[in-house]
Protein backbone atom coordinates (compact mmCIF):
# COMPACT_ATOMS: atom_id res chain seq x y z
CA UNK A 1 0.00 0.00 0.00
CA UNK A 2 1.30 3.53 -0.97
CA UNK A 3 0.67 4.96 1.81
CA UNK A 4 1.90 6.09 5.47
CA UNK A 5 -1.96 6.12 6.85
CA UNK A 6 -2.25 3.82 9.91
CA UNK A 7 -6.19 3.70 9.47
CA UNK A 8 -5.92 2.54 6.08
CA UNK A 9 -3.81 -0.04 7.16
CA UNK A 10 -5.95 -0.81 9.89
CA UNK A 11 -9.06 -1.68 7.32
CA UNK A 12 -7.30 -3.17 4.70
CA UNK A 13 -5.87 -5.61 7.50
CA UNK A 14 -10.04 -6.39 8.54
CA UNK A 15 -10.09 -7.98 5.48
CA UNK A 16 -7.67 -10.28 5.93
CA UNK A 17 -5.39 -9.01 3.58
CA UNK A 18 -1.04 -8.82 4.54
CA UNK A 19 -0.42 -5.54 3.64
CA UNK A 20 3.13 -4.21 3.10
CA UNK A 21 3.28 -0.62 3.42
CA UNK A 22 5.35 1.73 1.48
CA UNK A 23 5.27 5.41 2.08
CA UNK A 24 5.19 7.29 -1.44
CA UNK A 25 6.92 9.89 -0.39
CA UNK A 26 5.18 12.00 -2.92
CA UNK A 27 4.32 15.83 -1.69
CA UNK A 28 0.68 16.90 -2.43
CA UNK A 29 1.11 20.07 -4.65
CA UNK A 30 -1.50 22.47 -3.95
CA UNK A 31 -3.67 22.46 -7.54
CA UNK A 32 -6.15 25.14 -7.76
CA UNK A 33 -7.46 24.35 -10.77
CA UNK A 34 -8.38 20.75 -10.04
CA UNK A 35 -12.05 20.11 -8.54
CA UNK A 36 -11.90 18.30 -5.12
CA UNK A 37 -12.53 15.34 -6.56
CA UNK A 38 -10.48 15.70 -9.06
CA UNK A 39 -7.38 16.98 -6.74
CA UNK A 40 -7.92 13.15 -4.58
CA UNK A 41 -7.95 11.46 -8.15
CA UNK A 42 -4.60 13.11 -8.79
CA UNK A 43 -3.04 12.70 -5.89
CA UNK A 44 -4.11 8.74 -5.85
CA UNK A 45 -2.77 8.21 -9.06
CA UNK A 46 0.55 10.07 -8.14
CA UNK A 47 1.20 8.05 -4.90
CA UNK A 48 0.25 4.70 -6.47
CA UNK A 49 2.75 5.41 -9.44
CA UNK A 50 5.57 6.41 -7.27
CA UNK A 51 5.49 3.11 -5.59
CA UNK A 52 4.18 0.61 -8.69
CA UNK A 53 7.50 1.92 -10.48
CA UNK A 54 9.47 0.27 -7.41
CA UNK A 55 6.91 -2.74 -7.85
CA UNK A 56 5.73 -3.45 -10.83
CA UNK A 57 4.72 -6.80 -10.01
CA UNK A 58 2.78 -6.54 -6.99
CA UNK A 59 -0.76 -4.88 -6.18
CA UNK A 60 -0.50 -1.25 -5.69
CA UNK A 61 -3.11 0.54 -3.87
CA UNK A 62 -3.15 4.45 -2.97
CA UNK A 63 -5.92 6.36 -1.57
CA UNK A 64 -6.39 10.32 -1.25
CA UNK A 65 -9.33 12.10 0.75
CA UNK A 66 -9.98 15.43 0.55
CA UNK A 67 -12.70 17.55 2.29
CA UNK A 68 -15.06 19.86 0.04
CA UNK A 69 -16.58 22.24 1.40
CA UNK A 70 -18.54 24.05 -1.67
CA UNK A 71 -16.11 22.91 -4.39
CA UNK A 72 -12.92 24.60 -2.16
CA UNK A 73 -10.60 21.18 -0.65
CA UNK A 74 -9.64 21.18 2.50
CA UNK A 75 -6.60 19.80 3.48
CA UNK A 76 -4.66 18.53 6.87
CA UNK A 77 -4.59 21.59 9.11
CA UNK A 78 -1.70 23.57 9.30
CA UNK A 79 -1.54 24.57 13.05
CA UNK A 80 -4.13 25.53 15.45
CA UNK A 81 -5.76 28.34 14.15
CA UNK A 82 -6.22 26.69 10.84
CA UNK A 83 -7.60 23.76 12.84
CA UNK A 84 -10.40 25.85 14.49
CA UNK A 85 -11.08 27.87 11.19
CA UNK A 86 -11.56 24.31 9.34
CA UNK A 87 -14.41 23.34 12.11
CA UNK A 88 -15.92 26.34 12.69
CA UNK A 89 -16.92 26.16 8.86
CA UNK A 90 -17.81 22.43 8.95
CA UNK A 91 -20.09 23.19 12.30
CA UNK A 92 -23.77 22.91 11.51
CA UNK A 93 -23.79 22.41 7.66
CA UNK A 94 -23.34 19.45 5.29
CA UNK A 95 -19.85 19.09 3.67
CA UNK A 96 -18.90 16.34 0.96
CA UNK A 97 -15.19 13.86 1.43
CA UNK A 98 -13.51 12.24 -1.75
CA UNK A 99 -11.37 9.55 -1.39
CA UNK A 100 -10.22 8.31 -4.40
CA UNK A 101 -8.73 5.08 -4.91
CA UNK A 102 -5.75 3.94 -7.35
CA UNK A 103 -5.06 0.35 -7.68
CA UNK A 104 -1.91 -0.69 -10.20
CA UNK A 105 -1.63 -4.52 -10.96
CA UNK A 106 -0.36 -6.02 -14.04
CA UNK A 107 0.87 -2.73 -15.58
CA UNK A 108 -2.01 -0.76 -15.58
CA UNK A 109 -3.50 1.72 -12.87
CA UNK A 110 -7.41 1.76 -11.96
CA UNK A 111 -8.77 4.50 -10.87
CA UNK A 112 -12.05 5.03 -8.71
CA UNK A 113 -13.30 7.59 -6.18
CA UNK A 114 -16.76 7.49 -4.00
CA UNK A 115 -17.87 10.57 -2.70
CA UNK A 116 -20.17 10.75 0.73
CA UNK A 117 -22.02 13.60 2.53
CA UNK A 118 -21.01 14.41 6.47
CA UNK A 119 -23.60 16.76 8.54
CA UNK A 120 -21.69 17.98 11.69
CA UNK A 121 -23.94 19.01 14.29
CA UNK A 122 -23.81 22.67 15.37
CA UNK A 123 -20.57 23.10 17.56
CA UNK A 124 -19.85 25.28 20.38
CA UNK A 125 -16.54 26.85 20.45
CA UNK A 126 -15.53 24.89 23.23
CA UNK A 127 -16.33 21.96 21.94
CA UNK A 128 -14.19 22.89 18.90
CA UNK A 129 -11.44 23.78 21.44
CA UNK A 130 -11.54 20.20 23.25
CA UNK A 131 -11.75 18.37 20.13
CA UNK A 132 -8.78 20.36 18.84
CA UNK A 133 -6.88 19.45 22.56
CA UNK A 134 -7.32 15.74 21.75
CA UNK A 135 -5.01 16.01 18.93
CA UNK A 136 -7.06 14.29 16.28
CA UNK A 137 -7.38 17.01 13.50
CA UNK A 138 -3.89 17.80 12.70
CA UNK A 139 -3.09 14.27 10.37
CA UNK A 140 -6.98 14.72 8.96
CA UNK A 141 -8.37 16.91 5.81
CA UNK A 142 -10.73 18.92 7.37
CA UNK A 143 -9.25 18.39 10.33
CA UNK A 144 -11.14 15.63 11.55
CA UNK A 145 -11.58 12.03 11.79
CA UNK A 146 -15.03 10.12 12.17
CA UNK A 147 -13.46 7.88 14.55
CA UNK A 148 -12.83 8.13 18.58
CA UNK A 149 -13.63 11.45 19.47
CA UNK A 150 -14.46 13.15 16.19
CA UNK A 151 -17.28 10.30 15.79
CA UNK A 152 -19.22 12.95 18.12
CA UNK A 153 -19.13 15.92 15.82
CA UNK A 154 -20.50 14.19 13.03
CA UNK A 155 -24.97 13.79 12.89
CA UNK A 156 -25.28 11.69 9.94
CA UNK A 157 -23.33 10.94 6.69
CA UNK A 158 -25.32 9.48 3.47
CA UNK A 159 -23.25 7.53 1.58
CA UNK A 160 -20.11 4.99 2.52
CA UNK A 161 -18.66 5.70 5.63
CA UNK A 162 -15.50 4.10 4.49
CA UNK A 163 -15.01 6.71 2.47
CA UNK A 164 -14.96 9.09 5.30
CA UNK A 165 -12.57 7.08 7.09
CA UNK A 166 -10.19 7.71 3.87
CA UNK A 167 -10.96 4.09 2.43
CA UNK A 168 -13.80 3.00 0.55
CA UNK A 169 -13.47 -0.39 1.77
CA UNK A 170 -16.65 -1.93 -0.72
CA UNK A 171 -15.38 0.23 -3.64
CA UNK A 172 -12.11 -1.48 -3.40
CA UNK A 173 -12.87 -5.25 -2.78
CA UNK A 174 -15.58 -4.85 -5.63
CA UNK A 175 -13.00 -3.16 -7.59
CA UNK A 176 -10.62 -5.97 -6.96
CA UNK A 177 -12.78 -8.61 -7.88
CA UNK A 178 -14.00 -6.75 -11.45
CA UNK A 179 -10.02 -6.97 -12.50
CA UNK A 180 -9.76 -10.82 -11.07
CA UNK A 181 -8.74 -11.30 -7.47
CA UNK A 182 -11.02 -13.10 -5.04
CA UNK A 183 -10.71 -11.67 -1.24
CA UNK A 184 -9.26 -14.65 1.30
CA UNK A 185 -11.83 -15.10 3.67
CA UNK A 186 -10.59 -15.35 7.12
CA UNK A 187 -12.12 -16.22 10.77
CA UNK B 1 -21.36 -1.02 30.68
CA UNK B 2 -24.18 -3.90 30.55
CA UNK B 3 -23.27 -5.62 27.64
CA UNK B 4 -21.04 -8.51 26.68
CA UNK B 5 -20.22 -7.14 23.00
CA UNK B 6 -16.69 -6.28 21.87
CA UNK B 7 -17.44 -4.02 19.47
CA UNK B 8 -19.65 -1.71 22.21
CA UNK B 9 -16.61 -2.42 24.26
CA UNK B 10 -14.08 -1.11 21.63
CA UNK B 11 -16.26 2.08 20.86
CA UNK B 12 -16.55 3.15 24.66
CA UNK B 13 -12.77 2.94 24.93
CA UNK B 14 -12.27 4.64 21.19
CA UNK B 15 -13.51 7.72 23.84
CA UNK B 16 -11.33 7.53 26.67
CA UNK B 17 -13.67 5.98 29.30
CA UNK B 18 -12.83 3.27 31.83
CA UNK B 19 -15.40 1.06 31.32
CA UNK B 20 -16.23 -2.11 33.23
CA UNK B 21 -18.44 -4.73 31.42
CA UNK B 22 -20.92 -6.37 33.28
CA UNK B 23 -22.93 -8.57 31.21
CA UNK B 24 -26.71 -8.11 32.33
CA UNK B 25 -27.47 -11.99 31.47
CA UNK B 26 -31.09 -10.98 30.25
CA UNK B 27 -32.40 -13.25 27.85
CA UNK B 28 -34.33 -11.04 24.96
CA UNK B 29 -37.72 -12.23 24.88
CA UNK B 30 -39.32 -12.29 21.59
CA UNK B 31 -42.50 -9.21 21.80
CA UNK B 32 -44.21 -9.66 18.60
CA UNK B 33 -46.47 -6.96 19.33
CA UNK B 34 -44.11 -4.45 19.44
CA UNK B 35 -42.15 -2.23 16.86
CA UNK B 36 -38.41 -3.24 15.48
CA UNK B 37 -37.78 0.31 17.57
CA UNK B 38 -39.73 -0.64 20.67
CA UNK B 39 -38.06 -3.78 20.88
CA UNK B 40 -34.44 -2.86 20.68
CA UNK B 41 -35.64 0.25 23.57
CA UNK B 42 -37.26 -2.02 25.54
CA UNK B 43 -34.54 -5.14 25.54
CA UNK B 44 -31.46 -2.09 26.40
CA UNK B 45 -34.03 -0.20 29.21
CA UNK B 46 -34.45 -4.38 30.31
CA UNK B 47 -30.46 -5.13 29.99
CA UNK B 48 -29.44 -1.72 32.06
CA UNK B 49 -31.67 -1.76 35.05
CA UNK B 50 -30.44 -5.67 35.69
CA UNK B 51 -27.25 -4.02 35.97
CA UNK B 52 -27.83 -0.85 37.43
CA UNK B 53 -29.42 -3.04 40.02
CA UNK B 54 -26.39 -4.13 40.92
CA UNK B 55 -24.40 -0.73 40.78
CA UNK B 56 -26.36 1.91 41.87
CA UNK B 57 -23.62 4.71 42.05
CA UNK B 58 -22.31 4.13 38.77
CA UNK B 59 -23.44 5.07 35.35
CA UNK B 60 -24.36 1.92 34.31
CA UNK B 61 -25.20 1.93 30.01
CA UNK B 62 -26.80 -0.34 27.67
CA UNK B 63 -27.62 -0.71 24.57
CA UNK B 64 -29.59 -3.18 21.71
CA UNK B 65 -29.73 -3.30 18.02
CA UNK B 66 -32.29 -4.32 15.81
CA UNK B 67 -32.31 -4.70 12.35
CA UNK B 68 -36.04 -3.81 10.92
CA UNK B 69 -36.75 -5.25 7.26
CA UNK B 70 -39.98 -3.06 6.79
CA UNK B 71 -41.22 -3.67 10.41
CA UNK B 72 -40.35 -7.03 11.15
CA UNK B 73 -37.19 -7.44 13.65
CA UNK B 74 -34.35 -9.31 12.67
CA UNK B 75 -31.88 -10.62 15.84
CA UNK B 76 -29.17 -13.06 15.09
CA UNK B 77 -29.75 -15.64 12.96
CA UNK B 78 -29.73 -19.04 14.56
CA UNK B 79 -27.87 -21.27 11.71
CA UNK B 80 -26.50 -21.17 8.60
CA UNK B 81 -29.80 -21.27 6.69
CA UNK B 82 -31.35 -18.72 8.91
CA UNK B 83 -28.03 -16.47 8.16
CA UNK B 84 -28.41 -17.42 4.57
CA UNK B 85 -32.30 -17.11 4.22
CA UNK B 86 -31.27 -13.12 6.21
CA UNK B 87 -28.66 -12.15 3.45
CA UNK B 88 -30.48 -12.96 0.95
CA UNK B 89 -33.60 -10.85 2.16
CA UNK B 90 -31.35 -8.14 2.57
CA UNK B 91 -29.66 -7.84 -0.65
CA UNK B 92 -30.40 -4.87 -2.84
CA UNK B 93 -32.61 -3.44 -0.94
CA UNK B 94 -32.66 -0.91 1.87
CA UNK B 95 -33.48 -1.46 5.25
CA UNK B 96 -33.26 0.05 9.10
CA UNK B 97 -31.04 -0.45 11.82
CA UNK B 98 -32.53 1.31 15.50
CA UNK B 99 -29.74 0.90 18.45
CA UNK B 100 -31.32 2.20 21.46
CA UNK B 101 -29.21 3.21 24.42
CA UNK B 102 -30.00 3.42 27.99
CA UNK B 103 -28.35 5.24 30.63
CA UNK B 104 -28.57 4.82 34.05
CA UNK B 105 -27.61 7.90 36.21
CA UNK B 106 -28.16 9.16 39.82
CA UNK B 107 -31.54 6.35 40.14
CA UNK B 108 -32.62 7.38 36.60
CA UNK B 109 -32.93 5.93 33.13
CA UNK B 110 -32.54 7.68 30.34
CA UNK B 111 -33.63 6.33 26.72
CA UNK B 112 -32.45 7.56 23.85
CA UNK B 113 -32.37 5.58 20.06
CA UNK B 114 -31.03 6.39 16.78
CA UNK B 115 -31.77 4.55 13.12
CA UNK B 116 -29.95 4.73 10.37
CA UNK B 117 -31.00 3.35 6.80
CA UNK B 118 -28.60 0.88 5.40
CA UNK B 119 -29.22 -0.15 1.73
CA UNK B 120 -27.05 -3.63 0.88
CA UNK B 121 -25.33 -3.89 -3.07
CA UNK B 122 -27.04 -7.13 -4.97
CA UNK B 123 -25.11 -9.69 -3.55
CA UNK B 124 -24.68 -12.52 -6.17
CA UNK B 125 -25.44 -16.43 -3.85
CA UNK B 126 -21.46 -17.40 -3.59
CA UNK B 127 -21.17 -13.70 -1.97
CA UNK B 128 -23.23 -14.34 0.47
CA UNK B 129 -22.03 -18.17 1.15
CA UNK B 130 -18.50 -16.86 1.37
CA UNK B 131 -19.75 -14.00 4.26
CA UNK B 132 -21.20 -16.92 5.99
CA UNK B 133 -18.11 -18.65 5.97
CA UNK B 134 -16.42 -15.77 7.53
CA UNK B 135 -18.30 -16.38 10.77
CA UNK B 136 -19.38 -12.90 10.93
CA UNK B 137 -22.90 -13.26 10.72
CA UNK B 138 -24.06 -15.36 13.63
CA UNK B 139 -23.35 -12.90 16.95
CA UNK B 140 -24.85 -10.21 15.09
CA UNK B 141 -28.44 -8.92 14.23
CA UNK B 142 -29.84 -9.31 10.58
CA UNK B 143 -26.75 -11.50 9.68
CA UNK B 144 -24.18 -8.91 9.40
CA UNK B 145 -22.05 -6.25 11.00
CA UNK B 146 -20.68 -3.06 8.90
CA UNK B 147 -17.40 -4.00 9.54
CA UNK B 148 -14.49 -6.09 8.38
CA UNK B 149 -15.59 -7.96 5.31
CA UNK B 150 -19.40 -7.20 6.15
CA UNK B 151 -18.09 -3.75 4.84
CA UNK B 152 -18.49 -4.81 1.20
CA UNK B 153 -21.76 -5.73 1.30
CA UNK B 154 -22.92 -2.54 2.27
CA UNK B 155 -23.64 0.12 -0.93
CA UNK B 156 -24.48 3.41 1.11
CA UNK B 157 -25.84 4.11 4.73
CA UNK B 158 -27.91 7.22 5.70
CA UNK B 159 -27.88 8.61 9.72
CA UNK B 160 -25.09 7.36 11.99
CA UNK B 161 -22.57 5.26 11.40
CA UNK B 162 -22.21 3.93 14.42
CA UNK B 163 -25.60 3.12 15.15
CA UNK B 164 -25.51 0.43 12.37
CA UNK B 165 -22.20 -0.73 14.07
CA UNK B 166 -24.32 -1.28 17.51
CA UNK B 167 -23.42 1.94 19.98
CA UNK B 168 -24.38 5.23 18.96
CA UNK B 169 -21.85 7.37 20.12
CA UNK B 170 -22.23 10.84 19.18
CA UNK B 171 -25.90 10.64 20.94
CA UNK B 172 -24.19 8.88 23.91
CA UNK B 173 -21.69 11.33 24.12
CA UNK B 174 -24.54 14.15 23.63
CA UNK B 175 -26.72 12.76 26.18
CA UNK B 176 -23.99 12.14 28.97
CA UNK B 177 -23.24 16.17 28.19
CA UNK B 178 -27.10 17.25 28.72
CA UNK B 179 -26.65 14.83 32.20
CA UNK B 180 -24.06 16.80 33.47
CA UNK B 181 -20.88 14.32 32.39
CA UNK B 182 -18.46 15.91 30.27
CA UNK B 183 -16.19 13.28 28.57
CA UNK B 184 -12.29 13.82 29.68
CA UNK B 185 -10.46 14.36 26.13
CA UNK B 186 -7.53 11.90 26.17
CA UNK B 187 -4.66 12.23 22.85
Known sequence: ?????????????SLGL???????????PERAE???RDLALDHARAKCEAVAMHFPH?????????????????????????ARRMLSDL???THVVHTALAISAAGKIVLESESTRVTFF???????????ESGEPFDKAGGYGIQAHGASLVERIDGDFYT?????????????????FVLPITN
Request: hydrophobic share 40%; net charge negative.
Open 91 to 93: SGR
Open 18 to 28: DVQVEPSGYHE
Open 58 to 82: EVVVAADTVVDVDGTAYNKPRDVAD
Open 122 to 132: QLEPGEIDRYI
Open 34 to 36: LSP
Open 164 to 180: VMGFPLARFVRTLRRLG
Open 1 to 13: MASASPRRLELLQ
